[in-house]
């Protein structure tokens, strides 16, 4: 089990940005894909970015061009920078890991955080 935390979440109007950092606990975060998601009220979760080892990285089109999905070997974190954000932006984010390479459906990650919350107002 890989412990993750998550933080950066907030408050912000639109067109603005905010910048999500998870760090994981694991001795081997250089061999882990990590992936960010995304579930608002009453939704499905769904795939936001995510980042392979070797720093290939994959946007749902939603957050194509407005997102930027980043990894930290030597820190062991992951960051999603988040800009031109809309309200439909709004949701509890959660980041995930699996071994190597990313998938973009939640049902192949084992290990997620808590989340943390994107509120976007207009």
């Known amino acids: ?59 749902a089109d939603s957050v194509k061009g407005r997102f930027t999905i980043s990894r930290d070997n030597a820190k062991n974190t992951v960051y999603l920078q988040m800009n031109s954000l809309k309200p439909e932006d709004t949701a509890v984010y959660y980041c995930a890991v699996r071994s190597w390479t990313f998938s973009r459906h939640v049902e192949e990650y084992d290990n997620w955080g808590q989340g943390t919350q994107v509120t976007v107002f207009s």
Request: proline share 2%; hydrophobic share 45%; with cysteine.
């Open 1 to 59: 089990q890989v412990q993750l935390v998550e933080s950066g979440g907030g408050l912000v109007q639109a067109g603005g940005s905010l910048r999500l950092s998870c760090a994981a606990a694991v001795r081997t975060f250089s061999r882990i894909a990590m992936a960010w998601f995304r579930q608002a009220p009453e939704k499905e979760r769904e795939f936001v970015a995510a980042i392979n080892w070797n720093a290939n990285t994959g946007y």
